[in-house]
Every structure is written in structure tokens, then in C-alpha cells.
């Protein structure tokens, strides 16, 4: 699993730290800070349920063999 | 438990987040996805922000990437507009006389527009892409342009009309727009900022005729104050109305909105989720519906775990943001029912600050607000989570 962020489009909500705080962190400004880009299979559903709880469409998930 | 066919009208947030939590949650049956815009999804609060300033093309306000749109394996039936629901057939009928069967139905059709009774005719609205397009080229060679509502919705075009170059006047019957929404301290400082940025902000005013010189292509806007004014352009930005022309004479019960129980169900195999969704809530006793961005998502994703079997997760706290100038306003939870507002960092004056709502006990809030402060807000709204989320 890879995980790539458009941070330009996060607007602080602070939703994927609160989902999955073993992968996404957020900085002083309260933006999307991604902790592990490419995170063990094992957290994946939480990385997927991340992404769709973000409200800016910021985080996308990729298989690591397509990327 | 796996069902053969969901369809849902409406590709919005909502309605895209149901798809895709239906697939997340291993739903593999078909899918099929009515909208009566052209688009594949795409995102809304763009549209007053960043695509309308041009700092952004449309495509980058697409919900999905081309990839995610193909691993969701629908079938979009797009430019179709639902007409009628059979209910008891289990029958979606379209404009042109198409059915669409379903086992289970979503309906995520949003709201529209409100279209001012004064202005019945040219006057702009934002609520979809094409219209983001067109006023934005409006925006290019218009000198003028008045915003009829004060909301967020048009103090977001406000900002970016002015930034833009543009002369923007807003005009609003209520004296005190958005206290309901920001708690009254906020409310009106941000009214200031506009006005101390250029912006003329008319409150307590309304519009009583209009008139619309064809010929100079401009208009004449005479006001409650017997004062008139002329602009370039108009744009209505007086709230919205859900979407549900199409429900009329079915079973559902609509009011403000699609009446759901407090999981989303409007009716055996139907469905309700987004801005057109009115679900019940049992600590608050009421139906309530939400124009947030962030409840569209949880909704749609509520709903697919229920038509998936999937355990159900807690309810969320309210979430809002708005973008104006080079200001961030977030909500967490309630601003409105608190009894008091204590400010926990910085100064309301300043250009950052962050106030905690609540009915007594500042450690139990009711609701976060941050102004200029998403960071320094973290550990409140952390708070609030943990302490009014329901597990
Ligand atoms: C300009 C703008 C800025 C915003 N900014 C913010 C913000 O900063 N923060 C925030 O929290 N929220 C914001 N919002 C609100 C947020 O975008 C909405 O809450 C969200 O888009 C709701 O999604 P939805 O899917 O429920 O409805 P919608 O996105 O409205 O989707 C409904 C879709 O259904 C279609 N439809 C309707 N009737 C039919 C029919 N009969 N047949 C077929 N299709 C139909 C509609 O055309 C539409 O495409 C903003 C909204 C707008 C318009
Ligand atoms: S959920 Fe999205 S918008 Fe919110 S902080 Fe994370 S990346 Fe930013």
C-alpha cells in the first residue's frame, strides 16, 4: 500500500489523525502530515477509511504494485 | 448480507461516498449511479474558493481519481434526471420514461439553489460546476456585483470577487448574518473584516423590486432603505432547498428534507443521506439536517456499512469550515445552544483565536470554534470528540 497526499487542498479538518493517528499526524497549521507513506498491510482499512473521511479528497490510496 | 443492485441518485460527496464505502465493505453487486449533472463526482466547496479565483481548473475539485472512478465499477448513468420512485416496485423512473430497479435505493440529490421570487430571471446562483464557470467568466469583465445573502456562500464569493477586482456589495434582511452559525462575537467580526477590506455589507436590508436594463446590460436594485443601487451583476446566495420534486407522491415522509430514522432509512430498502437528508437524532429528540461537507460523507459511508451488514460506528461531531480572504473559520459541534464562550487562545481582535462553547463547564464543551487557529485548536476539538462523540 502507498499513500500520496495533495496537502495544497487539506483544509485542517484534522479527520485523519483522528481516524488513523498510526499513519497521519498534522502540523502546527493543523495540516496533514503523513507519518508512514508506504504503512503495513495491516492498517490498511483504517488508511482507506482516512482517506474517505477527509473532506478535501487529500489522500489517495494506491495498491504498491500500480502507484 | 450481499444485495444485487443499489442505485443512487445524486453524485455529490454523498452519494460518491456511499459507492465507495459500498465497495470498501465488499459489496459486489451492481451498482448504478443517477445524476442529473454531466460530471463525474466533484467537490463544492471549491467552487466558491479556489475554482472560482481561478487558482484552480475544475478538474482538480474531482472527488476521485480516474482510477478510483474505474476500481468502483459503476454503472453512471449521467445528464439523467430521476422523475418518479415506485416504491413499492422497487422502481426509479427517469425524465425520459427510463426505469432503473433497485433492491436498495440512496437518495443523495443535495439541494438546489433558492431562487429569489424579486429576481425571478438572469440572475446567477452557485451550487454546480457549470455555474462556478459561468460567473467566474462573468467575474472577468464585470466592474460590479451584488450578492443578495450574507451566509457563507456569499460572503466566500464576496472574498473572491474582491479579490478579483470587483466591487462587491452584499445585502442581507437579517441584522445579524451567521449568528446562529458562529456565535455572535465571530458572526460580526467577520462581517468587519469584509467591511474593512472594501467589501459594502448592507444588513437589515432587503431588495424590493429589481429591474434589469437589457440594453446596458447592468441592473437597478431599489432597497428597503429607498436607496438603489446598480450592478453589473447579481447573485443569489439565499440558502437552498432540497432536492426532492422527484419523491413527490411516494410514502416518504419529506419535510425540509427526507425524514430518515437515526441511521439513514426513509423506508424499507430506501435510503437518505447528504444535504437532502433529514436523519433523526435521538439525543437531540428532532430530525436535523446538515449542509456540511463532512456530514455528506459520513452519512453515505453509514449507509453503505448498514446495506453491507457492517457494524456501525459512532456518530460524528458537526464539522463546518469556510474560507474568505486569507481567513479559516472551522465548527466543531454546536455553537448556537451554549450558555457560555470562553477564549482559550489568542484575542477575538487579533488575527487568531480560538473559543470554546459550553453550558457551564468549559472541560464539557459543546462546541470548538477557530479562527485563524486550525493548530492551536487540536487539543479542544480533541476534547470535544472524546467527550460528545457516541461510541
Ligand atoms: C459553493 C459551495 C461551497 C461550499 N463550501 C462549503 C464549505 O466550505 N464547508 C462545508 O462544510 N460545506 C460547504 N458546502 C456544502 C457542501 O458542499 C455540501 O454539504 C455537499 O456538497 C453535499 O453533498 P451532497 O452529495 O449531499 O449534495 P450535492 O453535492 O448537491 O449532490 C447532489 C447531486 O444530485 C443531483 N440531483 C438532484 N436532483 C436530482 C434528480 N432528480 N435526478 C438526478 N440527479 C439529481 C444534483 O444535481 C447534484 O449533482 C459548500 C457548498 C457549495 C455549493
Ligand atoms: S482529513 Fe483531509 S482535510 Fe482534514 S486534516 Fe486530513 S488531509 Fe486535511
Known amino acids: ?67 | 448480507m450481499t444485495r444485487s443492485r443499489v442505485v443512487v441518485v445524486g453524485a455529490g460527496a454523498a452519494g460518491w461516498s456511499t459507492v465507495e464505502a459500498l465497495r470498501r465493505f465488499g459489496f459486489d453487486g451492481r451498482i448504478t449511479v443517477l445524476s442529473d449533472e454531466v460530471h463525474l463526482p466533484y467537490d463544492r466547496p471549491p467552487l466558491s474558493k479556489q475554482v472560482l479565483s481561478g487558482e484552480w481548473e475544475p478538474g482538480r475539485a474531482q472527488l476521485a481519481s480516474a482510477h478510483r472512478i474505474a476500481e468502483a465499477d459503476v454503472e453512471w448513468a449521467l445528464g439523467v434526471t430521476a422523475a418518479a420512485l415506485h416504491s413499492a416496485d422497487r422502481l426509479v423512473v427517469t425524465v425520459d420514461g427510463r426505469p432503473y430497479p433497485y433492491d436498495e435505493l440512496v437518495i443523495a440529490t443535495g439541494v438546489r439553489a433558492r431562487r429569489l421570487p424579486v429576481l425571478a430571471r438572469d440572475a446567477l446562483v452557485l451550487r454546480t460546476l457549470d455555474d462556478c464557470v459561468a460567473l467566474r467568466e462573468r467575474l472577468r469583465t464585470a466592474r460590479s456585483l451584488v450578492v443578495l445573502g450574507a451566509g457563507f456562500l456569499g460572503l466566500e464569493v464576496a472574498a473572491t470577487a474582491l479579490a478579483r477586482g470587483v466591487a462587491v456589495t452584499v445585502i442581507d434582511p437579517q441584522r445579524h448574518p451567521l449568528a446562529d452559525r458562529l456565535g455572535s462575537a465571530a458572526a460580526s467580526s467577520l462581517v468587519a473584516q469584509h467591511r474593512s477590506r472594501g467589501v459594502r455589507v448592507l444588513t437589515g436590508t432587503a431588495v424590493c423590486q429589481t429591474q434589469r436594463v437589457a440594453e446596458r446590460d447592468f441592473w437597478l436594485l431599489r432597497l428597503s432603505d429607498d436607496t438603489t443601487i446598480s450592478a453589473d451583476l447579481v447573485l443569489v446566495a439565499a440558502g437552498s432547498v432540497p432536492a426532492v420534486e422527484w419523491l413527490a407522491g411516494t410514502s416518504l415522509e419529506v419535510d425540509d428534507g427526507v425524514l430518515c430514522d437515526s441511521e439513514g432509512r426513509a423506508a424499507p430498502h430506501v435510503w437518505a443521506v447528504g444535504d437532502v437528508a433529514r436523519w433523526y437524532r435521538p439525543d437531540l429528540g428532532q430530525h436535523v439536517r446538515f449542509e456540511h461537507r463532512t456530514s455528506a460523507v459520513e452519512q453515505g459511508q453509514a449507509v453503505a456499512r448498514a446495506i453491507c451488514g457492517a457494524p456501525a460506528t459512532g456518530r460524528a461531531i458537526p464539522f463546518f469550515w469556510t474560507d474568505q480572504f486569507d481567513l479559516k473559520i472551522q465548527v466543531w459541534g454546536s455553537t448556537s445552544s451554549a450558555a457560555d464562550v470562553d477564549v482559550v487562545f489568542g484575542d477575538p481582535g487579533g488575527p487568531a483565536y480560538v473559543a470554546v462553547f459550553h453550558d457551564g463547564d468549559v472541560a464539557s464543551p459543546t462546541g470548538v470554534l477557530a479562527w485563524n487557529a486550525a493548530g492551536p485548536s487540536r487539543p479542544y476539538r480533541e476534547a470535544l470528540v472524546r467527550e460528545r462523540s457516541t461510541a
Request: aromatic letters at 2%; hydrophobic letters at 50%; one cysteine or more.
Open chain 1, 1 to 67: 500500500m502507498n499513500i500520496q497526499v495533495d496537502a495544497d487542498k487539506c483544509i485542517a479538518s484534522g479527520a485523519c489523525a483522528q481516524v488513523c493517528p498510526e499513519v497521519f499526524d498534522l502540523d502546527d497549521e493543523g495540516v496533514i502530515v503523513v507519518l508512514d507513506a508506504a504503512p503495513p498491510a495491516e492498517l490498511r482499512a483504517k488508511v482507506e477509511e482516512a482517506a474517505a473521511a477527509c473532506p478535501a479528497a487529500v489522500i489517495e490510496v494506491h495498491d504498491q504494485s500500480r502507484v
